[in-house]
């Protein structure tokens, strides 16, 4: 069975410092993707990044970045020039690839409570 | 706007009642989920449904009922058989069950008493 840990429960940074948030995960697929959600005190998901198992590329959204090491089963989070709206908790999510079939879900960490400090 | 809505935003039950928790869609998407969060858990599966008139159940759907009767609508109905239903509850939407992003609504509050 797949899982997602996040090893820090919390963490803090001060306004326009960068800061990275660590993921492991443990799979025996080969094709999968995985996610980072940000859920700011209004609790909506909010989707921030997405990366797919095949492509070495990591992914980049504007001041968020990902270090993608599929060997090693990680995949952080670096956020950059922090902004106090930065302040949320984020979770680390997996999802097998398309050729495991319909039948997948996303796979949850436990999340990381970040706060951006002015 | 395209979205998801969930209403009300926080809602308070008397124990051994029924409640029902909206989410609508104008996404078009196909396939829409009901996720359960609890303090210090992760997001865990409620129901999900991939095409209107069928629905599957999720990692923790005893206590739960949903329909599908059209595309846009998915309501959950939390039973009086669900035993700790206070919770977070939020609903989600992707283009069909093979996508892999799902978009989430704002979330409900259910409390309990």
């Known amino acids: 069975a797949q899982t997602v840990t996040q090893s820090q429960p919390e963490m803090s940074v001060q306004e326009a410092e960068t800061v990275t948030l660590s993921c492991t995960y443990d799979t025996s697929e080969n094709n999968y993707y995985l996610f980072w959600y940000k859920q700011p005190p209004s609790r909506q998901m909010i989707l921030v990044i997405r990366q797919e198992a095949y492509k070495q590329q990591n992914a980049t959204e504007n001041r968020f970045s990902v270090n993608f090491q599929k060997a090693a089963k990680s995949f952080s989070l670096k956020i950059s020039d922090s902004q106090l709206g930065d302040t949320a908790m984020y979770f680390c999510?997996?999802?097998?690839?398309?050729?495991?079939?319909?039948?997948?879900?996303?796979?949850w960490g436990l999340g990381t409570s970040l706060a951006v400090n002015p | 706007d395209g979205g998801i809505t969930q209403s009300p935003k926080y809602l308070f039950r008397k124990e051994g009642q029924n409640v029902t928790l909206s989410c609508e869609q104008n996404?078009?998407?196909?396939?829409m989920y009901w996720y359960r969060q609890d303090p210090g858990q992760g997001l865990r599966l409620i129901y999900y449904?991939?095409?209107?008139?069928?629905?599957q159940k999720g990692d923790i759907a005893e206590g739960y009922s949903v329909s599908r009767e059209k595309k846009e609508s998915f309501p959950l109905t939390v039973t009086s058989a669900q035993k700790n239903p206070t919770a977070f509850y939020l609903c989600?939407?992707?283009?069909?069950?093979?996508?892999?992003?799902?978009?989430f609504g704002p979330g409900t509050r259910l409390t309990v008493t």
């Open positions: 996404l078009n998407h196909d396939a």
């Open positions: 449904s991939q095409i209107v008139n069928d629905f």
């Open positions: 989600a939407s992707s283009i069909d069950r093979g996508s892999s992003e799902q978009y």
């Open positions: 999510a997996f999802m097998k690839g398309r050729n495991a079939g319909n039948n997948r879900k996303l796979i």
